[in-house]
């Protein structure tokens, strides 16, 4: 436990040495007050309307930063030791890959979780002192959300990070499976949809298939199930398993994205041959 | 009868068709100063490797009676290495860089000061590890490899980068750790005081063992004291103090396509090498 501690300490004082991370922490800290506040500017006599679409805009901004940020860090995370020869010499001394796997990961979801988590409590804070009326309970659990989509695409970042022989190939998978969860998996799902009959469980394991819009239809079922805005499979999941059966379906499927690809990024790296 | 601190049996590490370690077989006794040779790509790091347990290997190896396979993480609390070049994190200090190495080997943080102090890095305690010059991170990297208090060291190639004086400085520091009862294997190019500094030399070629002995007896069997040699980089006059140390006077010393660890393998008996080695 202690090496796991060690490796996670480490990876958080660099995580906040690199300036990619100071970006997106500065940029959605940013943007999150720029939103609050025209959230506020607009809408400000609205109350509780007012503070459930500055945390629309927000969950929009959040599975577009996130996922980026979590998944690029996650990809550098191993190939990165490996691209500057490190590797070898981290793994010659007593500790486990997998302890070395796992502190990365720990590290790497507590610094993107902090910074993600400032930008919330800024936007908070600015709602606050508006005087508007702010379901905090909401608001928690939609940081909650993001912040297991963080851990979800650390994960799959690692697993990237794993295969890879070097940093580059390791970030352009990364870019790849961002594109695919965050742009591509809607247009190409909603094509099927209209073109052919997917069917009940079709569906269904499309929505389960993508943990982006696992989040996305999790947060607005709870912020404002207003059936526009939830999609076409979270509209079909409401109507077929009513709220809280849904609910639990998705924070179970939401669970296994989040255990299985750190859990497969250490059976990989167990394997390889250094 | 006293177990060996350090037992490898039949080791064999092959990437694809290629046997970079070759059945390689040999064992220290503990408090001994072992060098390994070997012409580049004979598998002297690639034996690092394995001994550390960082890449699958066949054969057996064990660390004061330890399996290397099946008790990694106790073996590695056993081993201090120092790489050919070493990979601390260059945004650390040289504090914050011994520190989380301390961590992770259970280490009392205590010594990371009388190590800094030991390496002569005190006063570059809070420079950061991109800032230090390559003797520097060479001691820094040592400092790191002793701070368990780890009874066999192992140094792949630990002077190379550095000049004659700090080489100097180095073995002096290897000579103090042999006297204090550790085991070191050490991997070198540098042939100087290794006489005096190591009680057993191996030489490896392709892979295979092909001399165990003292460097007394790799001297008696070398069939002549005239060579031809590549300098490569290295000043004469080191070459020559080199040679002299192993009892080898140099006649001509000129420029030649061989590397100079060659004329070690040259020195070996027909039998003991691969067909089609240089001699």
Known sequence: ?274 | MRSPMLKVEGLVKAYGPLRAVDGASFSLDAGTVVALLGPNGAGKTTTFKCILGVTGFEGTIEVDGLSVRERGKEVRRRLGYLPQTPALSDGDTCRQALEFLAELKGADKGRVARLLKLANLWEQRDTKVSRLSGGMRQRLALAAALLADPPVLLLDEPTASLDLESRREFHDLIARLRDEGKTVILSTHFLDRLGDLADRVIVLNQGRVVFDGTMRELAERAPTNRFVVNLNGTAPAAFSEALRAIGIGPERVTPADSHWEDLLLASLPAGEEKEGEPR
Not at chain 1, 57 to 85: F, K, Q, T, V, Y
Not at chain 1, 207 to 225: D, S
Not at chain 1, 261 to 271: D, I, K, M, T
């Open chain 1, 1 to 274: 436990m202690s090496a796991i501690t060690a490796v996670m300490k480490k990876e958080v004082r660099d995580a906040f040495s690199n300036w990619w991370l100071l970006l997106y922490g500065g940029l959605f800290t940013l943007l999150a007050l720029g939103l609050s506040y025209l959230g506020q500017k607009n809408l400000g006599s609205l109350g509780f309307e007012n503070f459930s679409r500055t945390t629309a805009s927000l969950l929009n901004l959040c599975l577009l930063l996130a996922p980026l940020i979590a998944l690029s860090l996650g990809a550098g995370a191993i190939a990165g030791e490996r691209d500057r020869g490190a590797l070898t010499y981290l793994l010659s001394q007593p500790l486990e890959r997998r302890e070395l796997l796992l502190g990365k990961f720990a590290g790497l979801f507590a610094s993107i979780g902090l910074a993600t988590t400032a930008g919330f409590g800024a936007a908070g804070i600015v709602i606050s002192l508006s005087g508007s009326a702010m379901d905090a309970g909401t608001y928690l659990l939609f940081l909650f959300l993001v912040l297991a989509l963080i851990a979800v695409m650390t994960g799959l970042g690692l697993v990237a990070s794993v295969v890879s022989a070097t940093r580059v190939q390791a970030l352009g998978l990364a870019v790849l499976v961002w594109f695919a969860a965050v742009f591509f998996f809607d247009l190409v799902l909603i094509g099927m949809v209209s073109a052919t009959s997917l069917g009940d469980g079709g569906l269904l394991l499309a929505l389960l298939a993508n943990p982006v819009e696992i989040v996305r239809v999790l947060a607005i079922i709870h912020l404002e199930p207003d059936l526009e805005v939830l999609g076409p499979f979270g509209s079909y999941l409401l109507d077929e398993w009513g709220m809280a059966r849904a609910t639990g379906l998705l924070a179970l499927a939401l669970v296994a994205w989040t255990v299985m690809p750190v859990w497969l990024a250490v059976r990989l790296f167990e394997r390889r041959d250094s």
